[in-house]
């Protein structure tokens, strides 16, 4: 394209601006720091409705344009053109001043400010950006205005860096490579740091390469739409009366038609926002630059705050091509202490420093700088003066004497992106030079490193042999790090020596999720725990633990213990608070200073990036923890409780997609676990976890419904050998049954045991206490010594211990009470039929005393809490379990039933048929025995799952059915006012006629005056319909034929069918995975069977009072009632999870190992080894042109000389 504005010298000066040293202000307002980490792409954000007219009233109070009010001609021969460019009829009349003869234009007499009438969106014609926010300002704005128009109205994050692009404001070519990584290096650059770049605004030059980069590899990195802010000229924008409107309407379509824009510049298409300077007038280039000077120096004043510290913006100037203006660019910009990369091979400017920077600032004289000017200036060369010869001379050794502030990209050496690279290093050179206390230089390096997201710079540019970091010096980047999430450096900090157990201390975590997003469901969570308790506080300071506690305790389930204390504990040295190390240090031999080290520091960080959905973070933590599977299901139980309340579509998919991952490492770990040794294994699925609120793997794995997990065949095997107890899996129904008739059958060998059983059980069955576990070991470990130097073979097991271990085993129990469930069930129907006297028979009393067994079990495991959870915990965790709620319902009824029946002789039958109807709940009940059935057990869950379903088909069946029911009633009858009837004509009878019943009453051929009651008098009778007295029906029987025709085809075809396919996918999907479903369900009933007593109802009565007589007398809990949990003590535990940590590297390296043979992995290997091909063959093909250019010029000199030499000999020497 053909530069078309080349007569206007400013044009080709610069697209720059003056900057300035960085000041910390305060500002009240401090908006969000733009995250690189953010993946979201940037949509068109449109305004609608109240923020409409919240931004056109913020626009006109505090953004001006400005206005020329006089005309007044230049000059003769131009009395049509103002002074201030417009032609008169673009003057208002209304508005122009009464001005004397011979009075120059002067724009600070003739020139007012207006309300601004150009702002709001904007989209380009025939281009692929279709959006753009502007505003037209006047350049006597304050700076602090539009940056609160870009932080506050347009919605912009405030920039961890600023880059500002300065050059050639013509248009110019550069090579195809070098323009390459240019593009490359701004797009990272802007990119990883969520910096903002400002340019010029226009579509041609350095402005239009800013653009072209921008639209050509924005795409290629995976982060947030850049933000390219143009700060233009109003009054040299092409078309600009297109962009005269206000925010609300519809977005001004802005037409880029270069060739008819002359002296003119369009708007370059590939900037998100526009600042057009208006200073009145019309055609003057140059009028932005004071403005975007005093801009670019307010941004770098204002501070922004990163993970709890407080950074200055820097600020980097780019300079590509340039010409006399761009000079005056660089000089100002480093005379301000803001460093400068130069472009080597762009031209001009650029190249002139660049082949200078390198000498000693005596060696640049006048003669040097003529001729690189001779050589760079070719066209322009002759309208240099000697005194602007002279002053370039001298600004460009003072240039070059600042070297630190200086950085050429060599052309020679620009790699692939290592243009990104060089803007960073010129702000960590800066920041070097200007620091004179090193510690805190590096550290501010550090932090500027951080905020930009590049641990590749912080490595090989910071963690260099020039300083020695101790571990405590990262603490506040790495704070930073976590809050900001940025896992890279995390896993960078760990690698330099930090310690988690030194870092995390109690109020760096209560820092860290007072710090939380925003927008993240806990900090909603925690917002809304805080309110509730009427705190007045701040949220973020109303945040400490026990709160944060609860909360997580409301995640995981009631199974867990509370993982922090409730309230702080008191700075006390001598006293050690739960999951706290309490260190003291002295200062000064007098003051001391407690710091609170937490006893669990991966596992709190693991939490807390997983309550924030933070994968990367998470995976950090989770490979550092030793209790892994455990913490994996805990992991999966918090996402899954989260998903469940995000409302948010993506985030809850990818929480269900990150529950999953963690629920196949606990899988794949503890098959890792289980191939190698499988009591060590089956002992991690019952270890109570100190670390996760005391429970064990098979209570989170059920809390988390992890149906993969409860589905190994481990824990499978597990849980079928304590279905046995200590019989033998293989023994079968038939022998068992025997000697539940026949107990001497025991001891004849019928049945057999498992080896390995001493007097006291096992490790596997749990311990009540750490004593209790040592005890034991001491005694299997005398057995086995025994069982070695004994010469007649193991001890065989005494009669008692085979009786005890026979009916104690849980598949024994579960037979005896499905057998006793039975004979209750055949003695309750007796009495109801046959037996229920008006005073209460032996049989009756019998089953008052069976029901009171069920009653005292019931309320025995409501308050049997051997893990001293509390009554409120329990009494939670019982209602919440299903066939808990029957049972109490059914208890509850037959209490009802047995006061009315016992009461009064008039209530005896009211109390029969509340017993009847306690009946059928009792029978509802034993459905959850045959849960255990591999064949039944998936068939209750099915038809749990389609009741709910009825509830919903019921509501839509109800609308239909009242809606015929009420119309076909007040067209038939009227003024029928007894209930009972008007009850059986507007429900029971359309629900009748779902199923065939058609009613008769809707067809007058049926009508029958002696089966009914003309005036409703008669009760028995229902009242006749519509009709003359003679016994002619006079409603219209078309209609109510059509309406129940209409019932029938909508209610019996499309809603019965509508409850089908609800069944059908509800059946499906449950047999997809049946087997899972049937495995993770058993493990309930299998849990309680191991810990009720051995004896059924009702002769488990004995048990409850044995129980209470032993809690009453001797002052000890039961421990007879085995639970699922066991305690080891500390040399027990740590064995175990070091166990359980080689373990886990064996599966990672296993799943690496099987990743790395994958076909998708080989594809990934295989694009990226292509592409790597091709960017090397790019940049060998960019380093041989200039080879090559050279080898031409070679060949063309010789070939002159060859020429020459043939003339001479042809003509000079006769030839």
């Not at 912009?156 to 240019?182: D, E, H, W």
């Not at 010869?389 to 060599?410: A, E, F, H, Y």
């Amino acid at each position: 394209m053909g530069n078309t504005r080349s007569s206007n010298k400013a044009l080709q000066e610069v697209d720059g601006a003056e900057l300035h040293h960085m000041n910390i202000l305060p500002f009240p307002y401090r908006p969000r720091t733009a995250d690189a980490k953010k993946k979201k792409k940037t949509s068109p954000r449109f305004l609608h409705g109240a923020k409409v007219d919240v931004l056109n009233s913020w626009v006109s109070k505090n953004i001006k344009k400005k206005k020329c009010v006089a005309f007044i001609p230049r000059s003769s021969g131009e009395e049509h053109i103002c002074g201030c460019g417009h032609t008169k009829d673009l003057h208002s009349q209304d508005s122009i001043m009464n001005v004397s003869p011979g009075i120059s234009w002067d724009p600070q007499k003739h020139v007012r400010e207006e309300p601004s009438n150009a702002h709001g969106d904007m989209t380009f014609t025939g281009t692929n950006r279709t959006w753009a926010k502007y505003v037209r300002a006047s350049c006597d704005t304050n700076p602090s205005v539009l940056f609160d128009l870009m932080t506050q109205q347009w919605g912009l994050n405030m920039p961890s860096l600023l880059i500002c692009v300065t050059g050639g404001a013509k248009n110019f070519n550069i090579s195809p490579r070098l323009k390459n990584q240019f593009s490359r290096g701004l797009v990272k650059a802007a990119q990883s740091t969520g910096a903002w770049i400002i340019t010029g605004g226009s579509h041609a030059g350095v402005m239009k390469h800013v653009g072209e980069a921008i639209r050509d590899f924005s795409g290629d990195q995976q982060g947030s739409e850049i933000v390219v802010i143009g700060i233009a000229t109003w009054g040299i924008v092409h078309k600009r009366e297109y962009l005269l409107s206000e925010a609300g309407g519809a977005p001004a379509l802005y037409p880029m038609e270069e060739g008819s824009q002359g002296a003119l510049c369009c708007l370059d298409n590939n900037h998100t926002h526009f600042i057009l300077v208006d200073d009145g007038t019309h055609g003057k280039y140059g009028v932005e630059i004071p403005l975007r000077s005093r801009l670019e120096k307010y941004i770098s004043q204002q501070t922004m705050h990163k993970g709890g510290m407080a950074l200055k913006i820097p600020i980097v100037c780019v300079v590509l091509e340039g010409g006399p203006g761009t000079l005056d660019t660089i000089y100002s910009s480093m005379c301000n202490n803001t460093p400068c990369v130069i472009v080597e091979g762009s031209g001009r400017v650029a190249d002139i420093i660049a082949q200078v920077a390198h000498l000693n600032s005596s060696r640049i004289t006048i003669s040097l700088i003529k001729d690189k000017l001779r050589n760079l200036f070719q066209d322009t060369y002759d309208s240099f003066t000697e005194a602007q010869i002279i002053m370039w001379t001298k600004k460009i050794q003072d240039i070059v004497r600042m070297g630190s502030l200086l950085t050429i990209l060599s052309e020679e050496k620009v790699g692939d992106q290592k243009m990104d690279v060089a803007i960073l290093q010129a702000l960590l050179k800066a920041s070097h030079s200007n620091d004179r206390y090193g510690e805190e230089n590096w550290d501010h390096q550090l932090k500027l490193a951080v905020s930009w997201n590049r641990p590749d710079i912080a490595e090989t540019q910071i963690f260099t042999e020039d300083w020695t970091w101790k571990p405590s010096d990262l603490y506040p980047c790495l704070t930073m790090s976590l809050v900001e999430d940025k896992p890279l450096f995390v896993r960078l900090f760990l690698e330099r020596g930090v310690t988690l157990s030194e870092f995390l201390t109690w109020e760096t975590l209560t820092n860290l999720y007072r710090n939380t997003d925003p927008s993240s469901l806990i900090h909603s969570k925690l917002e809304r725990k805080i309110t509730g308790e009427g705190s007045r506080k701040r949220v973020e300071a109303a945040v400490d633990l026990h709160r944060v506690s609860r909360v997580l305790q409301e995640l995981l389930g009631d199974l867990s213990e509370p993982l922090y204390p409730e309230e702080k504990p008191p700075r006390n040295p001598g006293h050690k608070p739960l999951n706290m190390k309490v260190n003291e240090e002295t200062s000064g031999g007098t003051d001391s200073i407690i710091i609170q080290h937490l006893e669990n520091p991966v596992r709190d960080l693991l939490i807390w990036s997983i309550v924030q959905n933070r994968a990367e973070l998470a995976d950090i933590f989770w490979s550092l923890i030793q209790d892994c599977t455990a913490g994996a299901l805990v992991c999966t139980n918090i996402l899954k409780a989260l998903s469940r309340e995000e409302e948010d579509t993506e985030n809850k998919a990818e929480m269900k997609v990150l529950a999953d991952l963690y629920e196949e490492r606990a899988v794949g770990i503890f098959s890792e676990c289980y191939r190698y040794d499988e009591k060590r294994a089956e002992l991690l699925l019952i270890r109570v976890s100190p670390q996760w609120g005391k429970t064990t793997a098979l209570e989170l794995a059920q809390e988390s419904h992890a149906q993969n997990f409860m589905s190994h065949g481990g824990v499978q095997m597990f849980l079928t050998k304590t279905w046995w107890g200590r019989l033998t899996v293989d023994n079968g129904f038939i022998p068992i049954s025997l000697c539940m008739i026949l107990f001497p059958l025991i001891y004849s060998g019928v049945i057999t045991f498992r080896k390995g059983f001493g007097r006291n059980q096992s490790t596997l069955e749990g311990t009540a206490n750490k004593r209790q576990s040592i005890k034991m070991q001491n005694e299997q470990r005398n057995n086995q010594t025994y069982e070695r130097t004994s010469r007649h073979g193991p001890k065989p097991y005494s009669c008692f211990w085979k009786f005890m271990a026979f009916y104690n085993a849980p598949i024994v129990k579960f037979y005896h009470n499905v057998v006793s469930y039975t004979g209750f069930l055949w003695l309750f129907a007796y009495v109801l039929m046959i037996d229920f006297q008006t005073s209460p028979s032996w049989r009756e009393y019998i089953l008052y005393a069976w029901v009171f067994t069920f009653l005292c079990e019931e309320l025995r495991q409501l308050f049997y809490d051997p893990e001293r959870r509390g009554f409120v915990l329990k009494s939670v965790q019982y209602i919440t379990e299903f066939w808990n709620q029957v049972d109490t319902v059914a208890l509850l009824l037959f209490i009802v039933g047995l006061i009315c029946r016992l009461l009064y002789t008039d209530t005896v039958y009211l109390g029969r048929v509340f017993l009847s109807l306690d009946f059928m709940i009792f029978c509802v009940r034993f459905m959850h025995i045959f849960a255990v059935s591999k064949v039944l057990g998936p068939k209750i869950i099915i038809l749990r799952r389609m009741v709910k379903d009825i509830f919903f088909f019921l509501f839509l069946l109800a609308i239909w059915i009242i809606s015929y029911g009420v119309a076909k009633q007040a067209i038939l009858i009227t003024n029928e006012d007894r209930l009972g009837w008007i009850f059986r004509n507007v429900i029971y009878g359309p629900y009748l006629t779902l199923f065939g019943q058609i009613p008769s009453d809707v067809d007058s051929l049926n009508f029958d005056p002696t089966k009914c009651s003309q005036n409703g008098t008669d009760p028995n009778l229902p009242k006749c319909v519509y009709n003359d007295g003679n016994g002619k029906a006079l409603f219209p029987e078309w209609l109510t034929i059509i309406l129940m025709s209409l019932y029938l085809l909508l209610a019996n075809i499309l809603l019965l069918n509508l409850l089908i396919a609800m069944f059908s996918y509800t059946f499906a999907d449950i047999e997809s995975h049946t087997d899972q479903v049937w495995k993770f369900q058993r493990f309930g009933l299998i849990k309680e069977y191991n810990e009720r007593p051995a004896a059924p109802p009702p002769l488990i009565l004995l048990s409850h009072v044995y129980t209470l007589l032993k809690l009453l007398l001797c002052r000890r809990p039961a421990r007879g009632h085995k639970v699922l949990r066991c305690h080891l003590d500390e040399g027990q535990e740590s064995s175990l999870l070091s166990w359980e940590s080689y373990m886990k590297d064996n599966y990672h390296q296993m799943t690496q190992q099987q990743d790395g043979q994958s076909q998708e992995h080989l594809v990934k290997e295989t694009a990226q080894s292509v592409s790597t091909m091709m960017g090397l063959l790019k940049v060998e093909k960019g380093s041989l042109v200039p080879q090559l250019e050279t080898r031409l010029s070679v060949l063309e000199e010789q070939v002159n000389v060859l020429s020459n030499l043939i003339y001479y000999i042809l003509y000079q020497r006769g030839f």
